[in-house]
């Protein structure tokens, strides 16, 4: 038994307090066992008191080790009616000791054992239940003497007051500690209100189960990562079901809830046939309080793809200023002795002496040279992709002269328009205007590139959504987000994961720089770049920070919900 400082909060653990019954239980019956043996060595026959001794101490370790085991197959919780049990048969057990103990005189040393057994029985009964134990162990007592003495003496009788004084006496101390218990169960009913309300409203996903799987509680998020209707499954074994989703958060709980394993940081994916993202799994245990709870086992999980994203972007951001550095030494090294050779071919095409034959293979070297430098520089272009200068840039301004820009570039196919919608007032970032313009205009040029005679390339300002601004610390102060969407036919799921990287094209006689430009231009403005492709076409979204003004009749729009980064 537990006390706090000021005396409020009581806490008794019957676990631990039957352990050391067990323990008294044992050491009485083999102490009285031994001490019968010892005086009866020598005598012939043997002492009838000696085979008593011997059921006696047999029926204890029997009865004893059922218990333990009875304890066990409950894993911890029993019931009051085992703690009857328990105390009745202490009862009888100091009985048989007082009657095998009993002197010329008809008392007994171990008659005090009877207070003893009546005191812990009001730590583990109620108030009403250790007077019954009392009254049951003055029965006994005032049998034995019946039975072993021809009239019961004063000092019986003073005994039985004495035990009938601390029956009392442990009443009244049972029914202080309920009373305490229960001002002690009304703070921790407020605390579990409070606890409840921020388990309500948490992002995290919070399920608790007991030790054979049934689901004590579920806050909301934890149904809607889910899919299912927690709610309905309290009480009743939710393992399997959370499995059938979620395996390796079913797998954490097991583990912690039998194994006493705690999780910490493990990663798990949810399937439904709606929707497939990882989860990071925290598992705990707790082991309850022997008597009313069983162990339990906790878990809390969230959705981690925003951090899968970012890392993802982390990791690509350090791959691509890798190969940007490799570019640039390589298109320094080859760009200066391309200029010679094609120099050279273009003076040795001018000779007289040059023939026709000659002079087409000459052609052929200065066009291919020619194709070579273009793709060289554009190599420095993806390695100087950082921001030269930071100046005030005008969002509408720029996507405007982007868009007019990509309306005269000759890859335009006849007929594609490119219809612009600003939903934010007038708005000016702080940036690099020739890197945005750069990044936009490659947007632009893929989606016109991508789209069908007669498509739409549409191109749209707006507030991002929560999602898209995620988990990044840059964006939570203010953000804008510029998408590119075309009418084509979708780029391959086999793709996607490499559609930034550089090199990547599936344009024949692309350099596949032309995204991986974007994305280290967006990434150096400490943006993001999402991508959402289906068969009805593609929608690029770079998401820049800035403090959005907005106008007296803006609109937010329309929120993006991209499928894919």
Request: with cysteine; proline share 4%.
């Amino acid at each position: 038994m537990r006390f706090s400082s000021d005396h409020r909060a009581i806490s008794i653990n019957p676990t631990t307090l039957l352990r050391w019954v067990y323990v008294a239980r044992l050491s009485i019956a083999s102490a009285i066992f031994l001490a019968a043996v010892l005086a009866s060595v020598g005598q012939q026959p043997v002492d009838d008191k000696l085979l008593f001794v011997s059921l006696v101490f047999l029926a204890t370790f029997s009865f004893t080790a059922a218990s333990v085991l009875y304890s066990r197959w409950l894993k911890g919780v029993q019931p009051q009616t085992f703690f009857y049990i328990q105390t009745v048969f202490d009862l009888l057990l100091v009985t048989a000791v007082v009657h095998v103990t009993r002197d010329q005189s008809g008392t007994s040393q171990f008659a005090a054992l009877y207070i003893l057994v009546i005191a812990i029985a009001s730590l583990l009964v109620t108030a009403r239940g250790s007077l019954l134990i009392a009254a049951l162990g003055n029965v006994l007592y005032v049998a034995d003497s019946l039975w072993s003495l021809d009239a019961i003496k004063v000092s019986v009788w003073l005994q039985l007051g004495v035990f009938a004084f601390v029956a009392l006496g442990s009443a009244y101390l049972s029914g202080r500690l309920q009373e305490a218990g229960a001002g002690s169960e009304a703070e921790l009913q407020h605390v579990r209100l409070q606890a409840a309300d921020i388990l309500f409203n948490i992002r995290s996903g919070v399920i608790t189960v007991d030790a054979t799987g049934r689901l004590l509680y579920a806050n909301p998020m934890a149904e809607h990562l889910l899919g299912i209707d927690l709610e309905s499954l309290i009480g009743k074994p939710v393992l399997e079901e959370i499995r059938r989703i979620a395996g390796a958060l079913a797998d954490a709980l097991e583990r912690s809830v039998r194994a006493r394993v705690r999780t910490t940081r493990a990663e798990g994916v949810i399937a439904t046939v709606e929707k497939r993202f990882p989860i990071g799994v925290t598992t705990t245990y707790t082991d309850g309080d022997g008597r009313r709870t069983d162990r339990t086992a906790t878990a809390i999980f969230q959705d981690i793809s925003d951090q899968k994203r970012m890392d993802a972007l982390r990791l690509r951001a350090e791959r691509l200023e890798g190969i940007a550095e490799l570019s640039a030494s390589l298109a320094h090294e080859i760009k200066n002795p391309l200029a010679s050779i094609r120099s050279a071919v273009e003076q040795l095409a001018r000779s007289p002496m040059t023939g026709s034959d000659e002079q087409t293979l000459a052609r052929l070297v200065m066009r291919e040279s020619d194709r070579l430098s273009r793709l060289l520089s554009e190599f420095l272009d993806f390695a100087r992709v950082r921001v030269a200068r930071l100046e005030p840039v005008d969002l509408a301004t720029l996507v405007n002269e982007t868009v007019r820009l990509a309306l005269a570039h000759p890859a335009r196919t006849e007929g594609i328009e490119i219809e612009t919608r600003i939903d934010v007032g007038q708005l000016t970032i702080e940036g690099d205007d020739d890197l945005l313009h750069r990044a936009l205009f490659n947007l632009l040029l893929n989606a016109i590139q991508a789209s069908p005679p007669g498509g739409r390339v549409h191109v749209e300002v707006s507030i991002p959504s929560p999602e898209q601004v995620g988990s990044s610390a840059t964006l939570r102060d203010g953000a804008v987000a510029i998408s590119v969407s075309d009418e084509g036919p979708g780029i391959a799921p086999e793709n996607r994961d490499r559609l930034f990287d550089p090199f990547f094209t599936t344009k024949p006689g692309g350099s596949g720089l032309g995204l991986a430009v974007v994305h280290r231009a967006i990434d150096a403005h400490r943006g993001l770049v999402y991508l959402d492709s289906s068969t009805s076409g593609t929608r690029f979204t770079i998401v820049l920070p800035c403090q959005v003004q907005t106008g007296a009749d803006d609109s937010a729009g329309a929120p993006l919900s991209p499928a894919y980064t």
